[in-house]
């Protein structure tokens, strides 16, 4: 019989040999980035073993019959005399073949748990499996031979191994497993696709990628004619921040850095500039940038754009409009977009915190698929204090180990640093000359004033006779509902208010971007038009917008820091006015993260003169994670997802299914809702044009993706609420509002009848 793994629809088939060598040698190539070439060989060639089956061939041949083939190679592997064979030392030699067998195993359906017999899906039972067909290896081995030389173990476990530091060695393991992983799911979906469709094949292999050399270059000529002008003022410090980080990249070796900038400091630039000195200094291959907020990497990525080239970079994350794209540019280079983003083959990747960190902890094919992309890298993580608290000891791990074994280097930019070394990763702090410290007073550039108690706080009425008494202000709130409350009371005392906007999740991500567009415009205006803008904190982070006052309801002193970067953004004065005021009841969550932190801040501000000093962000970071009162440990990984990766369990029997199931940054209770409405003509038809295509899409990814730039997140109970308000209709997976008179203009999505919000803070 002759072996196929794959038939196209021109009727021609792959020889199952060819793809299992091509497959075995892609991920080699992969896995090479890290030391374990020979080991994702293996799995490369064990992968579609099954296909060596009577059944499978009368499928491809095309029988419509269910079969399992990702059992076979993972069952053979697990075999003693196989393993004994092939892989490294006798003692540890199980271990190994145990990753290759769970990467094998759910190369489709995901890594699951290790498990028992008795548990549904579970790599256990399908280890326990059996068939009362010929082994499919038997064919498999008169076709293909597997390398007679032992596999070496990987250098990321090798060095553990012979140490008695080995709390974290199931830890490194799982991650080499999912490192594994992704080398082969990668492999098999480009042999696959190059198989399938050669326009794509001959499109990603003709595609000449800038080097990181010639980046560097770019960015230099970029930044050139802003060299030559005279500095002045905050440039100065601007120029100097620049050239530390340079001079840094080069004399430091691949490690943890912290990079200290304050607000308005030109930190994103810098950044970027040590990256690539960074990565032409040692060698490395990518550039990975992970900001937190959706809101702002449009912003960012624009930034990097015209520094470096659009050729350069690939934006991953769910605002990205793809349609808008695919209209502006050409139809190959649209698509080469597209499969770059599958699998991150790009030398500048921009992408989110959440689809960079639940990747890191995901099981899920699609997730995994990019992960040996990221080893022998230089990943800049923007605003790392906002890595979310419960999940802050899982993530510095996985920064520390892509650091230790996998040829990264890790940056946590922010001008709020907390005590990483005190959380037990050291990093090393880039800025020498100047100091942050020499920064915190050059850009000292706002003076903060307290308002209010828990006990006394600040009315809405007083807070709207300050916003009125100002031509330009920004009032940042913590809550949607705190937002809309005043927006509706500012327009109560003048209803014709010039230049007055509201921006807050209750808007999709295309209309707050034109919204913050128009604000900008208004700005910039010589006349100095007036501008008063009530917001969440979506507008802290990253949006590059200058007031001279700026109200900000109680919050943690990270979040108050940042709104200061919103005011005297440029030094236009001597000092800014920042007023920070205690809310009313609906301005302040009851309980939770916001409530939490606004009480450390408050805490803190009773002892220190300054609320923004280097001191009084490290006092109030050591007390948010726990370092005061040696809480520590629970609350940086609230979730136990490190308790469930150590030693004691001495088999390796990894859960990826449940650790992928506890590591979830965004609140598994938010739902997606597509708005259609217009807050402008063209992105109506926009995202009903994609409504109706949804419809009848091959497709259905790409539509939903581009749909994203068009949905708000809604807690499940409001979801459930419109339901019965019957607003929503429910086509393609998603849900859309079908009455117009509840998304309005100016704010957005207006809640249907009387039902209760929370109070809902926005990232």
């Known amino acids: 019989m002759i072996f196929y793994a794959h038939s196209r629809d021109d009727g021609c088939f792959q020889l199952l040999k060819d793809h299992l060598e091509a497959v075995g040698q892609l991920c080699k190539k992969n896995a090479d980035a890290f030391g374990a070439g020979e080991l994702a060989y293996l799995a490369g060639l064990l992968h579609d073993i099954g296909k060596f089956s009577e059944q499978f061939q009368q499928r491809v041949r095309g029988r419509n019959v269910r079969v399992d083939h990702s059992t076979a190679g993972a069952q053979w592997i697990m075999d003693k005399p196989s393993y004994h064979q092939h892989i490294g030392k006798i003692g540890a030699a199980k271990y190994m073949a145990q990753l290759v067998a769970m990467a094998v195993a759910g190369h489709h359906g995901g890594l699951q748990n290790f498990g028992t017999q008795d548990e549904e899906s579970s790599f256990k039972k399908r280890m326990s499996k059996r068939s009362d067909e010929v ?16 596999i070496p173990f990987p250098p990321s476990l090798y060095k553990e191994l012979l140490t008695e530091k080995k709390a974290l060695l199931a830890w490194k393991y799982s991650f080499l497993g999912r490192m594994l992983y992704s080398c082969l799911v990668d492999a098999d979906s480009v042999d696959t696709r190059n198989f399938t469709s050669e326009a794509d094949r001959l499109l990603v292999e003709q595609q000449k990628q800038p080097s990181m050399v010639e980046l560097l270059q770019r960015l230099n000529q970029h930044l050139l004619p802003f060299e030559k002008k005279e500095p002045t003022g905050i440039n100065i410090q601007r120029r100097l921040i620049q050239q530390a980080c340079r001079r840094r990249a080069r004399q430091e070796n691949r490690q943890l850095f912290a990079l200290s900038v304050p607000t308005g400091g030109g930190k994103t630039l810098s950044s970027m500039a040590f990256a690539l000195e960074h990565a032409v200094e040692h060698q490395l291959r990518r550039i990975i940038y992970v900001i937190p907020f959706t809101s702002i990497i449009e912003q960012s990525a624009d930034v990097f754009r015209k520094a470096i ?41 921009v992408t989110t915190s959440v689809q960079f960190f639940e990747s890191l902890f995901s099981n899920k094919r699609s997730q995994c698929r990019k992960l040996h992309q990221i080893a022998g890298s230089v990943i800049v993580i923007d605003e790392a204090q906002s890595l979310p608290r419960g ?84 009032c940042i709130v913590n809550t949607r509902k705190h937002a809309k409350l005043l927006f509706e009371r500012f327009k109560m005392h003048a209803s014709e208010v010039d230049g007055l906007y509201h921006l807050s999740g209750r808007m999709h991500p295309a209309h707050r971007q034109a919204v913050i567009k128009k604000i900008r415009e208004r700005l ?3 006349r100095g038009l007036p501008c008063r803008v009530v917001s969440t904190q979506l ?52 309980k939770g993260w916001m409530k939490e932190t606004a009480v450390e801040a408050q805490h803190v501000l009773r002892y220190e003169n300054n609320g923004l000093s280097l001191s009084a962000i490290k006092n109030y970071f050591n007390r948010i994670h726990g370092l005061c009162d040696h809480t520590m440990r629970k609350k940086t990984d609230d979730r136990g997802i490190m308790e469930l990766l150590k030693l004691k369990n001495t088999n390796f029997e990894i859960p990826y299914k449940e650790i992928a199931n506890r590591f979830e940054f965004i609140d598994g209770q938010m739902e997606s809702i597509i708005i259609p409405f217009e807050f402008n003509k063209k992105k109506s038809t926009r995202a009903k044009r ?32 419109m339901l019965h308000a019957d607003l929503l209709k429910f086509q393609g997976g998603v849900y859309y509002l079908i009455d117009s008179s509840c998304y309005d203009s100016k704010m957005g999505l207006v809640q249907p009848g009387n039902y209760i919000e929370n109070g809902i803070p926005i990232f």
């Open 539 to 590: 507008i802290e982070a990253g949006v590059d917008i200058d007031f001279p006052l700026v109200l900000r309801a109680m919050a943690g002193l990270d979040s108050i820091a940042q709104a200061a970067g919103r005011c005297n953004r440029e030094g236009k004065s001597e000092l800014g006015d920042l007023r920070v005021f205690y809310p009313e009841r609906h301005g302040m969550p009851s």
């Open 524 to 526: 910039a205006d010589s």
């Open 309 to 349: 080239g659009d050729d350069a970079i690939l934006e991953h994350h769910s605002n990205f409009n793809l349609e808008e794209y695919e209209e502006n540019t050409d139809p190959q280079k649209a698509r080469l977009l597209k499969l770059s983003a599958e699998n991150w083959d790009a030398p500048v990747v």
């Open 135 to 150: 082994p499919p290896w038997l064919s498999a081995w008169e076709e293909m031979t597997i390398p007679a030389a032992k």
């Open 391 to 474: 999940y802050m000891m899982p993530c510095l791990h996985a920064l520390q180990e892509l650091v230790d074994h996998y040829n990264c280097s890790v940056v946590l930019c922010t001008a709020t640093q907390p005590s990483w070394d005190k959380l037990g990763f050291p990093a090393l702090e880039i800025m020498d000359e100047p100091s942050p410290q020499d920064l915190m007073v050059s850009f000292e550039r706002v003076k903060m004033t307290p308002y209010g108690s828990v006990d006394e706080a600040v009315s809405d009425e007083t807070v709207v006779e300050w916003m009125l008494g100002a031509q330009q202000v920004l």
């Open 690 to 721: 994609m409504l109706e295509e949804l419809q009848h899409s091959q497709n259905p990814a790409s539509v939903l993706r581009k749909l994203q730039a068009y949905s708000v997140q809604v807690y499940r109970h409001e979801l459930q609420a």
